[in-house]
Nanobody, 130 residues
Protein backbone atom coordinates (compact mmCIF):
# COMPACT_ATOMS: atom_id res chain seq x y z
CA UNK A 1 0.00 0.00 0.00
CA UNK A 2 1.16 3.52 -0.78
CA UNK A 3 1.77 5.48 2.39
CA UNK A 4 2.95 9.02 2.99
CA UNK A 5 3.95 10.16 6.45
CA UNK A 6 4.45 13.88 6.98
CA UNK A 7 6.30 15.19 10.01
CA UNK A 8 8.34 18.13 11.25
CA UNK A 9 5.66 20.71 11.90
CA UNK A 10 5.59 22.82 15.02
CA UNK A 11 5.39 26.28 16.52
CA UNK A 12 7.98 28.84 15.46
CA UNK A 13 8.35 32.60 15.61
CA UNK A 14 8.18 34.71 12.50
CA UNK A 15 11.52 34.66 10.74
CA UNK A 16 12.30 31.18 11.98
CA UNK A 17 12.73 27.90 10.13
CA UNK A 18 11.26 24.42 10.04
CA UNK A 19 11.99 21.35 7.95
CA UNK A 20 9.11 19.12 7.00
CA UNK A 21 9.67 15.51 5.97
CA UNK A 22 7.48 13.24 3.87
CA UNK A 23 8.45 9.59 4.20
CA UNK A 24 7.04 7.46 1.40
CA UNK A 25 6.55 3.72 1.11
CA UNK A 26 4.74 1.18 -1.04
CA UNK A 27 5.78 2.46 -4.45
CA UNK A 28 8.82 3.00 -6.66
CA UNK A 29 9.92 6.39 -5.46
CA UNK A 30 11.83 7.32 -8.60
CA UNK A 31 8.73 7.10 -10.79
CA UNK A 32 6.61 9.59 -8.89
CA UNK A 33 6.24 13.30 -8.30
CA UNK A 34 5.83 14.36 -4.66
CA UNK A 35 4.50 17.69 -3.55
CA UNK A 36 3.06 19.71 -0.69
CA UNK A 37 -0.09 21.70 -0.33
CA UNK A 38 -1.33 23.57 2.72
CA UNK A 39 -4.70 24.36 4.19
CA UNK A 40 -5.42 27.07 6.73
CA UNK A 41 -8.80 27.60 8.41
CA UNK A 42 -11.03 29.78 6.27
CA UNK A 43 -8.62 29.80 3.36
CA UNK A 44 -8.39 27.94 0.08
CA UNK A 45 -5.99 25.08 -0.31
CA UNK A 46 -2.69 26.27 -1.70
CA UNK A 47 -0.19 24.23 -3.64
CA UNK A 48 3.21 25.00 -2.12
CA UNK A 49 5.94 23.02 -3.81
CA UNK A 50 6.63 19.87 -5.78
CA UNK A 51 9.56 17.76 -6.97
CA UNK A 52 9.87 15.20 -9.69
CA UNK A 53 11.82 12.32 -8.18
CA UNK A 54 12.93 11.12 -11.62
CA UNK A 55 14.79 14.24 -12.74
CA UNK A 56 14.78 16.47 -9.68
CA UNK A 57 12.77 19.29 -11.26
CA UNK A 58 11.34 21.57 -8.58
CA UNK A 59 8.33 23.85 -8.51
CA UNK A 60 7.23 26.55 -6.07
CA UNK A 61 4.28 28.79 -5.44
CA UNK A 62 5.14 32.47 -5.78
CA UNK A 63 4.25 32.96 -2.12
CA UNK A 64 7.11 30.73 -0.96
CA UNK A 65 9.67 31.15 -3.72
CA UNK A 66 13.03 32.12 -2.31
CA UNK A 67 12.08 31.01 1.20
CA UNK A 68 11.21 27.32 0.83
CA UNK A 69 13.36 24.60 -0.70
CA UNK A 70 12.14 21.14 -1.65
CA UNK A 71 14.54 18.23 -1.97
CA UNK A 72 14.45 14.47 -2.08
CA UNK A 73 16.61 11.66 -0.76
CA UNK A 74 15.74 8.79 -3.05
CA UNK A 75 17.76 6.33 -0.96
CA UNK A 76 15.54 7.12 2.02
CA UNK A 77 12.32 7.56 0.01
CA UNK A 78 11.88 10.89 1.72
CA UNK A 79 11.10 14.38 0.49
CA UNK A 80 11.98 17.42 2.56
CA UNK A 81 10.58 20.93 2.61
CA UNK A 82 12.99 23.39 4.18
CA UNK A 83 11.04 26.46 5.22
CA UNK A 84 13.00 29.60 6.08
CA UNK A 85 11.96 33.16 6.89
CA UNK A 86 8.58 31.90 7.98
CA UNK A 87 5.68 34.32 8.16
CA UNK A 88 2.42 34.16 10.12
CA UNK A 89 0.59 33.62 6.83
CA UNK A 90 2.49 30.35 6.40
CA UNK A 91 0.47 28.96 9.30
CA UNK A 92 -1.47 25.94 8.01
CA UNK A 93 -1.66 22.18 7.99
CA UNK A 94 0.81 20.92 5.41
CA UNK A 95 0.08 17.74 3.45
CA UNK A 96 2.34 15.76 1.16
CA UNK A 97 0.88 14.12 -1.93
CA UNK A 98 2.12 11.91 -4.73
CA UNK A 99 1.13 10.77 -8.18
CA UNK A 100 2.78 8.96 -11.07
CA UNK A 101 1.66 11.54 -13.63
CA UNK A 102 4.53 13.91 -14.51
CA UNK A 103 2.00 16.72 -14.82
CA UNK A 104 1.14 16.57 -11.14
CA UNK A 105 3.66 19.19 -10.11
CA UNK A 106 2.33 21.87 -12.43
CA UNK A 107 -1.27 20.94 -11.68
CA UNK A 108 -0.73 20.89 -7.91
CA UNK A 109 0.38 24.50 -7.81
CA UNK A 110 -2.75 25.77 -9.52
CA UNK A 111 -5.37 23.22 -8.41
CA UNK A 112 -4.31 21.36 -5.25
CA UNK A 113 -7.27 19.00 -5.13
CA UNK A 114 -7.56 15.19 -5.23
CA UNK A 115 -8.19 15.25 -8.99
CA UNK A 116 -4.50 15.86 -9.58
CA UNK A 117 -2.96 13.40 -7.14
CA UNK A 118 -3.64 9.79 -6.24
CA UNK A 119 -2.26 9.59 -2.72
CA UNK A 120 -1.92 11.83 0.28
CA UNK A 121 -1.00 11.44 3.92
CA UNK A 122 -1.99 12.98 7.21
CA UNK A 123 -0.92 16.57 7.54
CA UNK A 124 1.49 18.25 9.90
CA UNK A 125 0.61 21.53 11.61
CA UNK A 126 2.85 24.55 11.12
CA UNK A 127 2.15 27.57 13.31
CA UNK A 128 4.11 30.78 12.92
CA UNK A 129 3.65 33.38 15.64
CA UNK A 130 4.13 37.08 15.02
Amino acid sequence: DVQLQASGGGLVQAGGSLRLSCAASGFTFDDYAIGWFRQAPGREREGVSCISSSDGSTYYADSVKGRFTISSDNAKNTVYLQMNSLKPEDTAVYYCVTDKRPSMCLSLLVYPHPDVYDYWGHGTQVTVSS
